[in-house]
């Protein structure tokens, strides 16, 4: 009888093994093709889950895959280890950040290594040690040389009780997240990075991303928000005063970043204020079906008019407590307030249009002002229904010439121009060439394009993260800290006793010599958002000198990542911003690289049901027992499977799961049961049924050998060879569970197998072709049979062509279009002997009745279809 595999002494000699012979630390200096696999770094937030797990065994049977393919493989690990929640756990715990984060940190390591990943451990980085953000901070300083880096004036949400900017997603409800204070839009000085310098680069480079997935492309496309249109200028009725400290205009320290329209507001001559305001549109085509002008609350025009009116100072203040990203405007309820001030229609001079303040339009977006087409705009519809404002349709549907409108959905779609004088009977973009022709000519507008993306701000009020290297001088102004001095280092003597950023607090740190001029000076307090971190990761991975950030002619040995695995969910900002710094890192010559990711692949998430106690509580799986909570005997409310989460408590913790079952039993299970691009529901079944497939493979490799090899088996040699085609094309595709699918079957066809040759090389075949899935196991039957070496060091199998050539192929027999028989037959078989044997098989005889066909269809290799 076979013994059962002790997967527990098994994992943990292979891994001793591994660690001791550095078996996956990659050589910079090998000669051997080169593949960079990398998964998204983690964050150290205490222990993994399983939704790690399967994100990092993706990643590592394509590794261990190309290393037995004879490749230099680099498979690195490292910590994105700045953030927020390290504050947190600081304010409700009383421990450090650094103490809190580098306990999760040696936690989870230790998680992941009981896991056998293919990891070169040599190389690991936390983004929170000196020795990282001490480079980030040389980098941050070769751009701001370089012209990338700058600082303005930009509104932001700011907790009145924690004394804190807050990211948009810790706003609820207007609210912040913490504190339950009401949040207030705030101007602060913000250190900003040039990200739209490289705009039209970002966007045309995607086109040759052929290996990243379409919707991820398509959702960058969108963030960027390349557009064509028209800048144009409404005329105010009447010169409006401008509000007390603005000066000639808006903040002329305030950068404008290419390709975004600055607003700016002519004096009327002979005297100072505000006869007309700049406006950005992408439907010039609709100016006909215009109904209003809406100003930003923060534009000139808001601030001048609130100067005297306190209903309007009021209304700026409300607008101040909503969202300040356009997507959260797009949520919220549209709110205006009529200015009493009109402006002209520059196609009409008698046309005039109430220009109100609203909460939807944000001063950073454009030129902080729209002109309102409510027919042809959602947003722009709402508002006038609520306002009582005309709706005029200027692009019909269809063949009527000059619709009405009626409804309360707007129509976006294609059409000719009605109710649009001189444009009448176009199409919607020659409208729009026609406009701005008609604009650049009578000198009131110029067509222009424009991106929804904006500069990158980079500041962040925390303690926690890479001190920014300026230091402030009242006579200097913004000096960057001289390189010799890097890093700067957090200090410690840190309390989170009271809100707000310590380091504002903190005197022998903050106040400094100023490096230019030696009087007295303060650093910047502000730190680097995390995602500058993480924006650079992966080059520092590939080189990592003591001196420097890297070297580039060693990066470049393994850039780009040809392999990049992560969630959706940074398919946005985090490859955004690395595209965007590696960009501006060739654009100041340190690297030759403007992509950083070859390849991409956004695995599912792993998903749980969730469950909520009698009085309203999650619960976690631990927790509950046959619907009933364990602790209190009460009846539970089972609720949806949802994404494993922390705060819903449904995460299935892996460390359990291992030491019942094993490292492999885990890694078969998230490869086996779904597509790797979708959800994976856990379930307690799956890993049973993982666990039995290990036991299953142990067995079957220590039953080889047993009984007497004698004969050949040449359907099992070519089945070995199909397999190991199609396991190869399916990891490559990363498409692990049809890979799972074959060696099942192939498992299968040895089990049945007679003893021979064959079966005993079909078992090394299949030890080969399961080791980067479940490498333990593997590893452990390589050694027991007595092979030289690692499997993990072992090579692919090679493959014979001809053993992929099919000589008999399965022919269906067909009685009028019904399959009723099979027969195999030598490939190529005449047509005559296909129609003989398919007319004497005994099911088409019985079917038959002894009566003639009235016709036989032969088609080659492939059917008889009998028409009775």
């Known amino acids: 009888m076979a013994s059962r595999f002790n997967a527990l002494k098994a994992d943990a000699a292979w891994q001793k093994v591994w660690d001791e012979r550095k078996t996956f630390a990659a050589d910079d200096s090998s000669t051997k093709p080169r593949s960079?696999?990398?998964?998204?770094?983690?964050?150290?937030?205490?222990?993994?889950?399983?939704?790690?797990?399967?994100?990092?065994?993706?990643?590592?049977?394509?590794?261990?895959?190309?290393?037995?393919?004879?490749?230099?493989?680099?498979?690195?690990?490292?910590?994105?280890?700045?953030?927020?929640?390290?504050e947190n756990a600081a304010m409700e715990k009383g421990v450090h950040p650094g103490t809190w984060t580098r306990a999760n940190i040696a936690t989870m390591k230790a998680q992941l290594k009981r896991l056998g990943f293919a990891l070169d451990w040599t190389r690991e980085l936390a983004t929170c040690e000196p020795d990282y953000y001490g480079h980030e901070q040389a980098l941050f300083l070769d751009l701001f040389a370089a012209g990338l880096v700058y600082r303005k004036e930009s509104a932001v949400n700011w907790d009145p009780v924690d004394m804190t900017v807050?990211?948009?997603?810790?706003?609820?409800?207007?609210?912040?997240?913490?504190?339950?204070?009401?949040?207030?839009?705030?101007?602060?000085?913000?250190?900003?990075?040039?990200?739209?310098?490289?705009?039209?680069?970002?966007v045309d480079g995607?086109?040759?991303?052929?290996?990243?997935?379409?919707?991820?492309?398509?959702?960058?496309?969108?963030?960027?928000?390349?557009?064509?249109?028209?800048?144009?200028?409404?005329?105010?009725?009447?010169?409006?005063?401008?509000?007390?400290?603005?000066?000639?205009?808006?903040?002329?320290?305030?950068?404008?970043?290419?390709?975004?329209?600055?607003?700016?507001?002519?004096?009327?001559?002979?005297?100072?204020?505000?006869?007309?305001?700049?406006?950005?549109?992408?439907?010039?085509?609709?100016?006909?079906?215009?109904?209003?002008?809406?100003?930003?609350?923060?534009?000139?025009?808001?601030?001048?008019?609130?100067e005297t009116n306190p209903d309007a100072a009021a209304f700026i203040e409300l607008c101040k407590r909503g969202g300040t990203t356009a997507a959260e405007l797009d949520t919220q309820e549209k709110l205006g307030f009529d200015t009493g001030i009109r402006a002209t229609h520059p196609l009409d001079t008698t046309w005039q249009l109430p220009v109100y303040i609203a909460n939807f339009v944000l001063m950073d977006y454009g030129t902080g002002a729209v002109f309102g087409v409510p027919a042809h705009d959602q947003r722009d519809l709402d508002f006038a229904r609520k306002y009582d404002l005309p709706v005029k349709r200027v692009v019909s549907e269809g063949d009527d010439e000059a619709p009405v409108f009626v409804g309360d959905t707007a129509w976006t779609g294609a059409g000719a121009l009605v109710n649009s004088h001189f444009l009448d009977g176009m199409d919607i973009e020659d409208a729009k060439r026609t406009v701005i022709e008609r604009a650049e000519g009578e000198g009131w507008g110029k067509g222009t394009t424009v991106f929804r993306l904006r500069d990158w701000g980079v500041s962040r009020q925390r303690y926690w993260g890479t001190p920014i290297p300026i230091i402030h001088c009242d006579a200097c102004g913004a000096?960057?800290?001289?390189?010799?001095?890097?890093?700067?280092?957090?200090?410690?003597?840190?309390?989170?006793?009271?809100?707000?950023?310590?380091?504002?607090?903190?005197?022998?740190?903050?106040n400094v010599p100023c490096p230019s001029c030696g009087g007295a000076a303060r650093r910047e307090t502000d730190t680097l958002d995390t995602f500058v971190d993480s924006s650079w990761y992966f080059i520092r991975f590939a080189s990592q000198p003591d001196a420097k950030p890297f070297d580039r002619t060693g990066a470049e040995k393994w850039l780009p990542v040809n392999q990049y695995i992560g969630g959706v969910e940074h398919a946005i900002?985090?490859?955004?911003?690395?595209?965007?710094?590696?960009?501006?890192?060739?654009?100041?010559?340190?690297?030759?690289?403007?992509?950083?990711?070859?390849?991409?692949?956004?695995?599912?998430?792993?998903?749980?049901?969730?469950?909520?106690?009698?009085d309203g509580r999650w619960l976690g799986p631990d927790d509950v027992?046959?619907?009933?909570?364990?602790?209190?005997?009460?009846?539970?409310?089972?609720?949806?499977?949802?994404?494993?989460?922390?705060?819903?408590?449904?995460?299935?913790?892996?460390?359990?799961?291992?030491?019942?079952?094993?490292?492999d039993a885990v890694r078969w299970f998230v490869l086996s049961d779904s597509p790797p691009e979708r959800d994976l529901p856990w379930s307690e079944s799956g890993i049973e049924g993982a666990w039995r497939f290990v036991q299953r493979l142990w067995r079957l490799i220590e039953s080889d050998g047993a009984a007497k090899a004698e004969g050949d088996d040449i359907a099992l040699r070519k089945l070995c060879h199909r397999t190991t085609v199609g396991i190869e094309s399916d990891i490559n595709a990363l498409q692990f569970n049809k890979a799972v699918a074959r060696l099942y079957s192939l498992c299968s066809a040895i089990e049945k197998a007679a003893p021979s040759a064959d079966r005993e090389e079909a078992v090394r075949t299949l030890l080969l072709l399961v080791s980067p899935m479940v490498p333990h196991v593997a590893e452990e039957a390589w050694a027991t049979a007595?092979?030289?070496?690692?499997?993990?060091?072992?090579?692919?199998?090679?493959?014979?062509?001809?053993?992929?050539?099919?000589?008999?192929?399965?022919?269906?027999?067909?009685?009028?279009?019904?399959l009723r028989d099979t027969l195999v037959f030598p490939k190529g078989a005449p047509k005559d002997a296909v129609e003989a044997a398919a007319l004497a098989s005994e099911k088409i005889v019985r079917l038959l009745e002894g009566k003639a066909p009235r016709k036989v269809i032969v088609v080659p290799d492939r059917l008889v279809n009998i028409v009775a």
């Open 36 to 86: 960079y696999v990398l998964e998204m770094f983690p964050y150290p937030s205490g222990r993994i889950h399983m939704g790690h797990v399967r994100n990092y065994t993706m990643g590592d049977v394509l590794a261990r895959f190309r290393r037995m393919k004879g490749m230099e493989v680099l498979h690195p690990m490292g910590w994105d280890a700045f953030g927020m929640p390290a």
């Open 166 to 202: 807050l990211a948009n997603e810790q706003v609820i409800d207007g609210r912040g997240w913490r504190s339950g204070a009401l949040v207030e839009r705030r101007k602060l000085s913000q250190w900003f990075l040039k990200i739209t310098d490289f705009a039209d680069e970002l």
């Open 206 to 306: 995607l086109g040759a991303l052929e290996h990243w997935p379409d919707k991820v492309k398509l959702m960058q496309e969108n963030w960027i928000g390349r557009s064509q249109g028209l800048q144009f200028k409404f005329a105010l009725t009447a010169p409006l005063p401008l509000a007390g400290g603005v000066g000639g205009g808006p903040d002329t320290t305030a950068a404008t970043a290419i390709g975004e329209a600055s607003p700016t507001l002519t004096p009327p001559a002979g005297g100072r204020g505000i006869d007309s305001v700049d406006v950005f549109t992408t439907r010039p085509d609709t100016m006909f079906g215009s109904s209003f002008v809406a100003v930003a609350a923060d534009h000139p025009i808001a601030r001048a008019i609130a």
């Open 479 to 510: 000096v960057p800290v001289p390189k010799d001095q890097l890093p700067i280092v957090l200090p410690e003597d840190v309390s989170f006793d009271i809100p707000g950023n310590p380091l504002d607090r903190h005197p022998t740190w903050k």
């Open 573 to 614: 900002l985090h490859l955004l911003y690395a595209r965007f710094w590696t960009r501006a890192l060739k654009h100041i010559g340190m690297l030759d690289i403007a992509e950083p990711f070859a390849g991409l692949f956004t695995q599912g998430m792993v998903t749980h049901e969730t469950y909520k106690s009698a």
């Open 625 to 663: 027992r046959d619907g009933i909570e364990i602790a209190t005997g009460d009846a539970i409310t089972v609720g949806r499977i949802e994404k494993m989460s922390k705060s819903k408590k449904n995460v299935v913790d892996p460390e359990p799961i291992v030491d019942q079952y094993g490292a």
């Open 786 to 818: 007595g092979n030289d070496g690692l499997i993990a060091d072992a090579a692919w199998p090679i493959v014979d062509p001809a053993m992929l050539v099919d000589d008999e192929v399965t022919i269906a027999v067909q009685v009028n279009g019904k």
